[in-house]
């Protein structure tokens, strides 16, 4: 059964194109700094704001229209595997994300939830071997169900930490299975919603045994993905444990957990969290722990997680400045966690969503390359800290001095001249590079 019969394969066409059923800039073989926009990109699909998203909100019930409606329970789980791989088929991405429950439906017990996700991983791994669309990483949904009301790793109910426990040992036996190149935990839950009933040590002192936990069932079945942490400062919480790269990173530091996990950046989290996607970005890198992206954005105006397909070309181009820096995303991927608004509720906009979300990162990548090249940013960057270059700076750098010998040099000091930071230049070369990226074509 096709379930988009009337969208062709999309396919590359140009900037001139007026096809809304084509890529203007995604070209897959063309070669961005030695790689192609393919390899470099390494887009996949979000399964759960793909194919379970209802368009759903606080204020109204669900708009989605979708050609998988009128099945229920297991055969709407089959259905959904069949639309998914036609899917990725016609947009022809390499990788794909879920989470348990976005593929089966819990049952009543643990025991039947198990089975119902034996049936479709199964179902799944069939499609795969025809399929050149891979399993970029698959997590555990421990946040959604009423028994995470509390949290799951850090919940104060030691069953419920057991029951989480389960549902990740399973995911982690499903990643194998599948080939997952990554697995991502995102602690939905992982947090407080007041300080007055928490007992903080404990419970990050548990999340902590539990990432350990995971860490060692993953070695003794032989999984070799990447771990990959999901920060998230606020919502469904009052305050997460994972707030942001630099809380997550200082967590797992504390708990000699940083040699097995890195971290998996969204864009929306990071405003979330009062920073942006680019700074995240960069603190990741700095410290050697950017593992994947989860690309979207949020909406200027609005203070929550709106989780907008990315079209900020500005946005685009930044982050993929930063993902050139750090060598690429190695096993890690650009996956759209992303989902269509609630008024573009036809089929075809999942299509026109994922075309304008790989034009976007396309641009981005092809002018943050042309900025790599002409060393635009290096160059601005290396003149602002030359002082550190030579002299007492050198020294600092090279930990060759004191206190007693910076004061002696401060001393002598006649005036301390500082230049220009040519923050506005800086931005309006970035700006003219954008614009004249596609000039001739």
Same mark, same amino acid.
């Given at each position: 059964?096709?379930?988009?019969?009337?969208?062709?394969?999309?396919?590359?066409?140009?900037?001139?194109?007026?096809?809304?059923?084509?890529?203007?800039?995604?070209?897959?073989?063309?070669?961005?700094?030695?790689?192609?926009?393919?390899?470099?990109?390494?887009?996949?699909?979000?399964?759960?704001?793909?194919?379970?998203?209802?368009?759903?909100?606080?204020?109204?019930?669900?708009?989605?229209?979708?050609?998988?409606?009128?099945?229920?329970?297991?055969?709407?789980?089959?259905?959904?595997?069949?639309?998914?791989?036609?899917?990725?088929?016609?947009?022809?991405?390499?990788?794909?994300?879920?989470?348990?429950?976005?593929?089966?439906?819990?049952?009543?017990?643990?025991?039947?939830?198990?089975?119902?996700?034996?049936?479709?991983?199964?179902?799944?791994?069939?499609?795969?071997?025809?399929?050149?669309?891979?399993?970029?990483?698959?997590?555990?949904?421990?946040?959604?169900?009423?028994?995470?009301?509390?949290?799951?790793?850090?919940?104060?109910?030691? @069953? #419920?930490?057991?029951?989480? /426990?389960?549902?990740?040992?399973? !995911? +982690?036996?499903?990643?194998?299975?599948?080939?997952? $190149?990554?697995?991502?935990?995102?602690?939905?839950?992982?947090?407080?919603?007041?300080?007055?009933?928490?007992?903080?040590?404990?419970?990050?002192?548990?999340?902590?045994?539990?990432?350990?936990?995971?860490?060692?069932?993953?070695?003794?079945?032989?999984?070799?993905?990447?771990?990959?942490?999901?920060?998230?400062?606020?919502?469904?919480?009052?305050?997460?444990?994972?707030? @942001? #790269?630099?809380?997550?990173? /200082?967590?797992?530091?504390?708990? !000699? +957990?940083?040699?097995?996990?890195?971290?998996?950046? $969204?864009?929306?989290?990071?405003?979330?969290?009062?920073?942006?996607?680019?700074?995240?970005?960069?603190?990741?890198?700095?410290?050697?722990?950017?593992?994947?992206?989860?690309?979207?954005?949020?909406?200027?105006?609005?203070?929550?997680?709106?989780?907008?397909?990315?079209?900020?070309?500005?946005?685009?181009?930044?982050?993929?400045?930063?993902?050139?820096?750090?060598?690429?995303?190695?096993?890690?991927?650009?996956?759209?966690?992303?989902?269509?608004?609630?008024?573009?509720?036809?089929?075809?906009?999942?299509?026109?969503?994922?075309?304008?979300?790989?034009?976007?990162?396309?641009?981005?990548?092809?002018?943050?390359?042309?900025?790599?090249?002409?060393?635009?940013?290096?160059?601005?960057?290396?003149?602002?800290?030359?002082?550190?270059?030579?002299?007492?700076?050198?020294?600092?750098?090279?930990?060759?001095?004191?206190?007693?010998?910076?004061?002696?040099?401060?001393?002598?000091?006649?005036?301390?001249?500082?230049?220009?930071?040519?923050?506005?230049?800086?931005?309006?070369?970035?700006?003219?590079?954008?614009?004249?990226?596609?000039?001739?074509?």
């Amino acid at each position: 059964m096709s379930y988009f019969s009337n969208i062709d394969k999309i396919k590359y066409e140009g900037p001139k194109s007026t096809n809304p059923y084509a890529f203007k800039f995604y070209n897959p073989e063309e070669k961005i700094g030695g790689k192609t926009m393919e390899e470099m990109l390494r887009f996949g699909v979000a399964y759960w704001h793909t194919f379970t998203e209802d368009l759903s909100d606080p204020f109204g019930a669900r708009t989605a229209i979708r050609p998988w409606d009128n099945y229920t329970g297991m055969d709407l789980a089959k259905a959904r595997v069949e639309a998914a791989f036609e899917f990725f088929e016609k947009l022809d991405v390499p990788y794909f994300c879920f989470h348990d429950v976005d593929i089966a439906p819990e049952g009543s017990t643990l025991r039947e939830t198990n089975q119902n996700l034996d049936t479709i991983v199964s179902m799944i791994k069939d499609y795969m071997k025809d399929s050149k669309t891979k399993l970029l990483w698959n997590t555990a949904n421990n946040f959604s169900h009423p028994r995470f009301v509390h949290g799951a790793g850090s919940s104060n109910n030691a @069953d #419920v930490f057991a029951y989480a /426990a389960a549902k990740v040992k399973k !995911g +982690l036996d499903i990643g194998k299975e599948l080939g997952a $190149e990554n697995y991502v935990f995102w602690g939905g839950r992982e947090g407080y919603e007041s300080l007055l009933n928490t007992d903080m040590k404990l419970e990050m002192d548990n999340l902590g045994r539990f990432f350990h936990m995971a860490v060692d069932y993953a070695k003794e079945i032989g999984f070799d993905a990447q771990f990959l942490i999901e920060p998230k400062p606020k919502e469904p919480t009052t305050h997460q444990y994972d707030f @942001d #790269v630099a809380s997550g990173y /200082a967590f797992l530091q504390h708990y !000699g +957990l940083q040699d097995h996990f890195k971290f998996n950046i $969204e864009a929306n989290h990071a405003t979330l969290a009062g920073h942006s996607f680019e700074h995240e970005l960069r603190y990741a890198r700095t410290h050697d722990m950017l593992g994947s992206v989860d690309a979207n954005q949020g909406h200027p105006l609005l203070g929550w997680d709106t989780d907008e397909f990315p079209t900020d070309l500005s946005s685009t181009v930044l982050a993929m400045y930063e993902i050139i820096k750090n060598g690429g995303l190695g096993r890690g991927g650009l996956n759209f966690d992303a989902k269509v608004r609630r008024g573009s509720f036809a089929p075809e906009d999942l299509f026109h969503a994922h075309i304008a979300g790989m034009d976007s990162f396309a641009v981005g990548l092809k002018v943050a390359q042309k900025l790599v090249d002409d060393r635009v940013l290096d160059g601005l960057v290396e003149e602002r800290y030359n002082s550190f270059g030579s002299g007492i700076g050198l020294a600092v750098v090279n930990g060759e001095t004191d206190f007693r010998q910076l004061e002696e040099h401060a001393l002598g000091l006649k005036e301390i001249k500082n230049e220009s930071g040519k923050v506005e230049q800086i931005k309006a070369t970035i700006n003219q590079y954008l614009l004249t990226a596609f000039a001739g074509e």
